[in-house]
């Protein structure tokens, strides 16, 4: 007949405490390892409540039943064990389906097995009823298969643990608490069963993990009480780390003491055109062309990516580990084309504003103080130059479109376009021989037509010959248009060239005109290259490559 007894009174307790983690685990969802945490808590509690069937039951067959529900509890424990510790600790990520049916394929094989060992005995060898502290408790001589699932078990159970070992020695004073009441939570049953299994314990056959699960409890409601547990998690901690190296545009290249790449992000792996298993080992200078590893902190530098030359700002920090040592250093790479291009152009409109303009007006008052004596030459002098302002009005405004934007709404049509520019620039230069070649029916950014009236503007209005010529080109390669603008005049002078080479103009570096400035914000908005070469016998080739939009329906 049955009977209460203290064995039975704590595993009754367990089950209630283990019952009471799993509800208030289960009112923190969704937080991570909230569900898991709760899994982990009924698994115990059913396996503790099972036991207490064993205890009530005074025969083999009906102890046996109960001893194989014990085992659906006993399976899921080690299971749920480790998804909580991958979700808590911010590795949720390996949490996937795939992972989870994974790691129940030996679970459930040991379920089937387990059901069927009357035929083939793998689970459990033979199984008697022997008298222990007032019950009946079963006593079993284990089978091969025993031992595999029980040793994949503890595997499960160490490598959850260990994650909680490293969250303990490397957080805060919070997360420090919550990894030990963890880990004392964990570590009770756990050697609880290995008593157990030892058969060295006065109370041979009594299953101790299902007493153990009190502990257990203890040590948990005193993480959720006290220790934030559920409410502080290191899962938020690691993420944003994750996030804020990962997931910024900025490059980032982490480098060791011998400025060798140890791990860089996905967007530097962009801007350089490299990968991640390329790029480790390799110096720093090898990985970043044209840096320099000297003392310098921060510097700007100039990259080609995907045929444009794009600039970055670098940032170098020292890594120093706990003790103050520098153990490598962190490389970010921040794009600063656009606020490049945003400083040249102020540059150039303030050189429009206090130099062009200034000089045109002086010329204007110049001529006017002389109109009484000298008329007609005057008025034909302040017409000339009040052209001239006009057209740093509209070359101004051409900036502005840039600038912002305004005139990369709509694609044009190549051929047509160039057409257009050239009709226009036969009546503006009525001298001018203007010659087309090749022009492919295909649509580019809009800002191509800047490009190109430019470019033909320039050669034409500085072109001294006798017989003054400017030829378009266009060729489709592959997926770039290279559109060529050549003239026979005396060239564009190497102070043009190398202002803008150098980006920016100097008070003695002043160029005749903005034109070529329009040139090249226009080609780099629209992620193209502009090339300068003489042309034979005499003049100038500008070769720009351009990206095609789309081809046309003709």
């Known amino acids: 007949m049955f009977e209460l007894?203290?064995?039975?009174?704590?595993?009754?307790?367990?089950?209630?405490?283990?019952?009471?983690?799993?509800?208030?685990?289960?009112?923190?969802?969704?937080?991570?390892?909230?569900?898991?945490?709760?899994?982990?808590?009924?698994?115990?509690?059913?396996?503790?409540?099972?036991?207490?069937?064993t205890l009530a039951t005074e025969t083999l067959p009906g102890t046996l039943f109960w001893a194989r529900l014990q085992w659906f509890g006993s399976l899921v424990l080690p299971v749920a064990w480790l998804v909580f510790a991958l979700e808590y600790t911010?590795?949720?990520?390996?949490?996937?389906?795939?992972?989870?049916?994974?790691?129940?394929?030996?679970?459930?094989?040991?379920?089937?097995?387990?059901?069927?060992?009357?035929?083939?005995?793998?689970?459990?060898?033979?199984?008697?009823?022997?008298?222990?502290?007032?019950?009946?408790?079963?006593?079993?001589?284990?089978?091969?298969?025993?031992?595999?699932?029980?040793?994949?078990?503890?595997?499960?159970?160490?490598?959850?643990?260990?994650?909680?070992?490293?969250l303990a020695v490397g957080s805060s004073l919070l997360y420090r608490s919550q990894a030990a009441a963890l880990l004392v939570g964990a570590g009770i049953p756990w050697l609880a069963h290995l008593v157990y299994l030892s058969d060295l314990t006065p109370w041979a056959g009594l299953d101790l993990m299902a007493i153990s699960f009190s502990g257990s409890g203890v040590a948990l409601l005193f993480a959720l009480s006290q220790a934030k547990l559920l409410e502080a998690l290191p899962a938020a901690s690691r993420l944003a780390s994750e996030f804020v190296i990962e997931g910024i545009d900025d490059g980032v290249i982490v480098a060791d003491s011998r400025n060798q790449v140890v791990d860089l992000n996905p967007s530097a792996a962009a801007i350089l055109g490299t990968n991640a298993v390329d790029a480790l080992g390799k110096s720093v200078e090898t990985v970043v062309p044209g840096w320099v590893s000297h003392d310098r902190s921060d510097s700007e530098l100039a990259i080609k990516t995907d045929d444009t030359v794009r600039y970055f700002d670098i940032r170098a920090s020292v890594l120093e580990d706990y003790h103050g040592r520098a153990v490598g250093r962190a490389v970010v790479l921040r794009d600063v084309t656009e606020r490049r291009r945003h400083r040249q152009r102020l540059t150039v409109l303030h050189r429009i504003l206090r130099h062009n303009l200034r000089n045109e007006m002086t010329i204007i008052r110049g001529h006017t103080e002389r109109?009484?004596?000298?008329?007609?030459?005057?008025?034909?002098?302040?017409?000339?130059?009040?052209?001239?302002?006009?057209?740093?009005?509209?070359?101004?405004?051409?900036?502005?479109?840039?600038?912002?934007?305004?005139?990369?709404?709509?694609?044009?049509?190549?051929?047509?376009?160039?057409?257009?520019?050239?009709?226009?620039?036969?009546?503006?230069?009525?001298?001018?021989?203007?010659?087309?070649?090749?022009?492919?029916?295909?649509r580019c950014g809009s800002a191509t037509e800047t490009v190109v009236r430019n470019l033909a503007e320039n050669a034409a209005l500085h072109n001294t010959n006798d017989d003054p010529t400017v030829t378009i080109e266009a060729a489709l390669e592959g997926e770039t248009v290279r559109i060529t603008v050549g003239d026979n005049g005396p060239g564009i002078a190497p102070i043009e060239q190398q202002t803008l080479q150098s980006g920016s103009e100097t008070p003695l570096q002043h160029g005749s005109g903005i034109g070529l400035w329009l040139v090249n914000w226009a080609v780099g908005i629209l992620g193209g290259t502009v090339e300068f070469a003489e042309n034979h016998p005499a003049g100038s080739v500008v070769t720009v490559r351009l990206p095609v939009v789309e081809p046309t329906d003709e």
Not at 21 to 37: D, F, H, K, M, T
Not at 92 to 100: G, I
Request: aromatic share 8%; hydrophobic share 50%; net charge negative.
């Open 90 to 166: 911010g590795r949720d990520k390996y949490v996937r389906p795939s992972v989870l049916v994974a790691l129940s394929i030996l679970p459930v094989i040991t379920i089937v097995l387990l059901w069927t060992n009357a035929s083939h005995g793998l689970v459990r060898e033979t199984a008697v009823l022997i008298e222990r502290n007032g019950h009946l408790v079963l006593s079993s001589t284990w089978g091969p298969w025993f031992f595999l699932i029980v040793g994949y078990a503890y595997l499960l159970a160490t490598v959850g643990s260990l994650l909680f070992v490293q």
């Open 371 to 442: 109109l009484e004596n000298e008329a007609q030459n005057s008025v034909a002098a302040i017409n000339e130059s009040a052209t001239r302002i006009i057209d740093l009005s509209d070359k101004a405004a051409q900036i502005e479109r840039l600038a912002d934007g305004r005139n990369e709404s709509t694609p044009v049509r190549l051929d047509t376009s160039i057409i257009d520019i050239v009709q226009s620039l036969r009546c503006e230069f009525p001298e001018t021989a203007f010659i087309t070649h090749d022009l492919p029916a295909i």
């Open 5 to 53: 007894t203290p064995t039975f009174v704590l595993v009754a307790g367990s089950v209630l405490v283990a019952g009471s983690v799993a509800a208030l685990s289960w009112r923190q969802r969704p937080e991570p390892g909230a569900a898991s945490l709760t899994v982990l808590m009924v698994a115990a509690a059913w396996w503790s409540a099972t036991h207490l069937g």
